[in-house]
């Protein structure tokens, strides 16, 4: 078995380590003997966004989301568009969640007109979202506590083409208002957690691996895997700021 991934912009959406969501996706496929075939996909290269099981987009600032714009609507547009239709994984982190709503609109003024698959709109703020934080997934996305990390001025508000990823427990989350965080289509995962987000949260990241194997193979289930350090530094976050202030 095999799953090919592509890494869409990662030359420009790289912020925060997110490439380490790469390789955590790629280990626990590998730890249990099945293939990842990793596609990089840079600014000004092609690729069959057709052929990917799982499609990850990192985060970037204000000016790398202008730079790819013209790249974007060259045709990858329409094919994330068709991908995300037909039921691809993806995981698109901050800025690359941003990239697939209708618009991202800066502080500044700048608008970002993106590609629409998400029935959601980013309006920039004076005050940046910065710190660390946690969610809990909805059931339909793993029902998983999630810890991680944001640093956005954008505020996400969700249409009702979309639901949400999770609910806050502490931090901002999409607006810091509405007390969501992320937001879910088909198979198409949206999150504001950068750091990497997977390394200290194992089962979303089985979660995420299972949808594209279920479409893929029809597997219902992975073998389990030791996660004593992973779920021990989860918890460690967890109760590091499990006081934090919920701006939701
Ligand atoms: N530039 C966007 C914002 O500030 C996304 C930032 C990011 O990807 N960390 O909201």
Redesign the pocket.
């Given at each position: 078995m095999e799953l090919n991934i592509c890494h869409m912009y990662p030359d420009v959406l790289n912020?925060y380590g997110d490439r380490g969501d790469i390789i955590t996706l790629c280990r626990r496929l590998n730890w249990r003997g099945i293939d990842a075939n990793v596609t990089r996909l840079p600014i000004g290269e092609k690729a069959d966004l057709g052929k990917a099981d799982l499609i990850f987009i990192g985060?970037?600032?204000?000016f790398e989301?202008q730079v790819l714009l013209e790249d974007l609507h060259r045709g990858k547009d329409r094919e994330i568009r068709d991908a995300a239709e037909d039921g691809v994984t993806f995981l698109t982190i901050?800025?690359g969640y941003?990239m697939l709503g209708s618009y991202y609109e800066t502080f500044e003024g700048q608008r970002c007109d993106f590609i629409g698959v998400l029935d959601l709109y980013t309006v920039?703020s004076k005050d940046r979202m910065i710190g660390n934080y946690s969610f809990t997934c909805e059931e339909e996305s793993g029902g998983s506590t999630v810890v991680g990390f944001e640093?956005?001025?954008?505020r996400t508000m969700l249409g009702s083409g979309v639901r949400p990823l999770g609910r806050v427990l502490s931090g901002y989350g999409n607006n810091g208002k509405d007390g969501t965080e992320g937001a879910r289509y088909k198979n198409v995962f949206g999150t504001y957690s950068?750091g990497p987000l997977l390394p200290k949260n194992p089962a979303f990241c089985d979660f995420l691996l299972l949808t594209a194997l279920q479409r893929k193979y029809g597997t219902t289930e992975l073998a389990p895997l030791d996660d004593a350090p992973e779920i021990s530094a989860h918890d460690e976050m967890l109760a590091r700021f499990s006081h934090q202030k919920n701006h939701g």
């Open positions: 912020l985060g970037g600032q204000d989301q901050c800025g941003q920039g640093n956005h001025s954008g950068h």
